[in-house]
């Protein structure tokens, strides 16, 4: 079958690297770069370059099984970089930080942030347990604490809102099992030591290289932005900017709901699910790259590799790259800093899906829809956590119905090595711009 693929980040990848060997596939992404939220840079840190991700970044082969598992077919497992998950929290304005957690013996700042944390991960381990609506908002969780306002405010409500990007007010809205999952899906550390989570050396966007060198028959193209879409008899039809049309049996929407609202408004029939896409809300996220440490706590020591400041109705994070690559760098969030790094190296803007109780109805409301008249959606938000797991795994759920034998998604499922697969079909190379 001819399968055109919306989107070229990771979840439209591995969807054309798991269905190429059995369909005609076509891979069309607006954009001039193949990544989506996967955005590395190589930036010039005294006589070195170093690679540093502007979107997404870290991820656990503990919790991301399929995730671990692609990375480990594409040969990318020697490039893992372990990772101690230490952060601190601060507020604008005081020297001294709420919170510094604990990790080989550094000196710790804990108390009764440590403690609030505690009681938070305790009351949503037993929310797991009871299986709690995923539409619970996260004020629900915590209000009912014993902690005092002020470390609800500066702790609590500070580590989700920089998370998702949003205000404290905001945050009290979102879905407190999404807003949990971390604490409640990754095993528990030694005692005295922080989480151990992944990076990859050279950046996330050697995955997404990976994926596509590793294509063998798709056609990728980049610069394709799809204009229109319609069905006619029992083919699609997708024309993207200059007038090309390309025909499709079935088309996978590999790209956030705001960009695919647009096209899927198009098609007769689809109210329904236009209905669903529209309960999804995003918000803006800039992200930049510098070498001063204008963000980070006055002592040094107090450093760790997630830093939050919270000012005003907002907490803002930044990542220190040392305990990654070696290198006194930072990523941080920068949409709602009061003042800009001196020696900012890049700068990217993203959106931002907010976990809401409307998004959780949203990813509900379109599983129904899912394959629906061969129209498919994969990416972040089609599941109950927004992460890469959940893009690797879209692409996985479509691959089963459109592709069940196929060796690559035998291998992505299981722990058996690929062979050759010989179910093959001649396809045109895979190449990047114009045919």
């Not at 005294?46 to 656990?60: H, K, T, W």
């Not at 990859?200 to 932005?225: E, F």
């Not at 220190?320 to 803007?349: C, M, V």
Request: hydrophobic share 40%.
């Amino acid at each position: 079958m001819r399968i055109a693929i919306i989107g070229g980040g990771l979840a439209g990848l591995t969807a054309a690297w798991l269905l190429e060997s059995t369909h005609d596939v076509t891979l069309l992404e607006a954009r001039e770069r193949l990544g989506g939220h996967v955005a590395s840079v190589s930036v010039r840190h005294r006589s070195a370059f170093r690679s540093v991700d502007l979107g997404a970044q870290d991820f656990s082969t503990e919790i991301f099984p399929l995730h671990a598992r692609l990375l480990d077919l594409l040969d990318l497992n020697e490039r893992l970089i372990d990772v101690a998950m230490t952060q601190t929290i601060s507020t604008t304005g005081t020297p001294r930080p709420i919170l510094v957690t604990p990790h080989a013996g550094r000196a710790a700042i804990l108390g009764a942030a440590w403690e609030a944390v505690g009681a938070l991960v305790q009351r949503a381990m037993a929310w797991e347990a009871d299986d709690v609506s995923w539409e619970t908002p996260y004020a629900d969780l915590v209000e009912p604490l014993p902690i005092e306002p002020r470390l609800k405010r500066t702790v609590l409500y500070a580590q989700p809102a920089a998370l998702y990007g949003c205000s404290m007010q905001q945050v009290q809205e979102v879905s407190a099992r999404a807003a949990t999952a971390i604490f409640t899906r990754s095993p528990a550390p030694p005692a005295g030591q922080a989480p151990t989570w992944q990076n990859l050396d050279g950046g996330l966007h050697t995955l997404i290289q990976s994926l596509a060198a590793d294509l063998q028959h798709a056609r990728l193209r980049v610069a394709a932005r799809v204009v229109t879409i319609a069905k006619r008899s029992d083919a699609y039809a997708l024309t993207i900017d200059g007038g090309e049309t390309y025909h499709a049996d079935h088309v996978v929407m590999a790209v956030p709901p705001p960009a695919g609202l647009p096209l899927t408004r198009q098609l007769a029939g689809t109210a329904e699910l236009n209905r669903a896409l529209a309960h999804y809300r995003y918000l803006p996220c800039t992200t930049g790259v510098h070498q001063d440490p204008c963000y980070m706590p006055a002592t040094r020591s107090h450093w760790s590799t997630s830093n939050l400041i919270v000012n005003g109705d907002f907490a803002t994070s930044s990542a220190w790259y040392r305990p990654i690559n070696g290198a006194d760098l930072f990523k941080s969030q920068l949409t709602h800093r009061t003042y800009l790094p001196e020696r900012l190296l890049a700068i990217a803007h993203f959106t931002q899906m907010l976990p809401d109780a409307s998004a959780v109805r949203g990813h509900r409301a379109l599983a129904k829809h899912q394959g629906r008249d061969g129209l498919w959606f994969a990416g972040h938000y089609v599941s109950d956590l927004d992460c890469q797991e959940t893009a690797v795994r879209s692409a996985a759920d479509i691959a089963r119905v459109l592709a069940p034998s196929t060796r690559r998604l035998h291998a992505l499922l299981t722990d058996t090595p690929p062979e050759p697969d010989r179910t093959a079909v001649a396809q045109t190379p895979v190449t990047e711009g114009s045919p």
